[in-house]
């Protein structure tokens, strides 16, 4: 009886042996993908959610909070086929997102005033992006030190996330201006500025109409395809489509470097 406990007991460590490996992985634990290192320009979004933004990509933007006295965060998607042609056009993109302003919901504070537009696309070169932005930039700006200072650094902080971007250069009207209203130059590159940045966690915008209902479209498509089995077809999924669908795992999706 004790030998075959003792046989018993041998087979059952070395199963273990064999198989713990999968198990941790399962788990989490020892995975080699889990203790991968991802870039500092990446959001973390479950899995799921990721699904969701498959043509999208996020930009981090920079707006006023409440008291005009820091700059917060706030992530928004935009076109992942714009992002791609180049990092004038991302650029621009991201530009032309600030110019629109934070979300209703968000609590921050636009920087830009309204009417403002890009008046041509930003160009990089040696590391300076240079923005051209219309007279309404200057002449509907309230002026005053705090709210020129959110102005331009909203706009230097925003563009210098991108890492092909270390300084930004205003143009207006076409035209290089030696000041804004009075408190700042602008004749000059401006470095990106952290000091300004607050230490509230980013704002995850809220999704737009437009993303909602092409969400909704793919739940109806996904609910007619599930509807829609051919008869005979067994309830239960593949051993490998059925580890997908339980897979817990979170996905990452990278602003262009």
Same mark, same amino acid.
């Given at each position: 009886?004790?030998? /075959? ?7 059952? /460590? ?19 993908? #889990? ?7 990446? =959001? ?12 999208? =990509?996020?930009?981090?933007?920079? *707006?006023? !909070? ?8 706030? +992530?928004?998607?935009?076109? +992942? ?5 180049? =990092? ?29 537009? %890009? ?17 309404? *930039?200057?002449? $509907? ?9 959110? @102005?331009?650094?909203?706009?230097? !902080?925003?563009? @210098?996330? /991108? ?8 143009? =207006? ?16 590159? *401006? ?11 980013? +704002? ?10 092409? %969400?909704? #479209? ?15 077809? $067994? ?19 990278? +602003?262009?470097?």
């Amino acid at each position: 009886m004790r030998k /075959l406990s003792f046989v018993l007991l041998v087979c059952f /460590l070395a199963v273990s042996m064999f198989s713990g490996c999968s198990l941790l992985q399962k788990l989490g634990i020892g995975d080699s993908e #889990n203790d991968e290192i991802f870039p500092v320009s990446s =959001v973390y979004i479950s899995e799921a959610e990721a699904g969701k933004f498959t043509d999208k =990509v996020p930009v981090h933007l920079y *707006f006023a !909070n409440q008291d005009n006295t820091k700059l917060r965060k706030l +992530i928004r998607y935009i076109p +992942i086929a714009e992002a791609k042609k180049s =990092v004038d056009n991302l650029a621009s993109a991201i530009a032309k997102e600030l110019i629109k302003g934070p979300d209703k919901n968000s609590g921050l504070i636009a920087t830009i005033p309204d009417g403002t537009e %890009l008046r041509a696309p930003v160009t990089v070169k040696e590391g300076i992006a240079t923005v051209d932005f219309s007279k309404h *930039f200057v002449d $509907k700006h309230p002026g005053g030190k705090d709210a020129e200072q959110m @102005t331009i650094f909203s706009v230097v !902080n925003t563009l @210098t996330e /991108l890492k092909e971007i270390q300084k930004v250069q205003f143009k =207006v009207g076409g035209k290089d201006r030696k000041d804004f209203k009075g408190s700042f130059q602008l004749d000059a590159a *401006f470095p990106r500025t952290p000091s300004l940045i607050s230490d509230d966690p980013p +704002i995850k915008e809220t999704m737009n109409e437009e993303v909602q209902d092409t %969400l909704k #479209n793919k739940g109806s498509e996904q609910e007619d395809t599930k509807d829609g089995k051919k008869d005979g077809e $067994k309830d239960g999924t593949s051993e490998e489509s059925s580890e997908k669908k339980g897979s817990s795992e979170d996905t990452y999706i990278e +602003i262009l470097e």
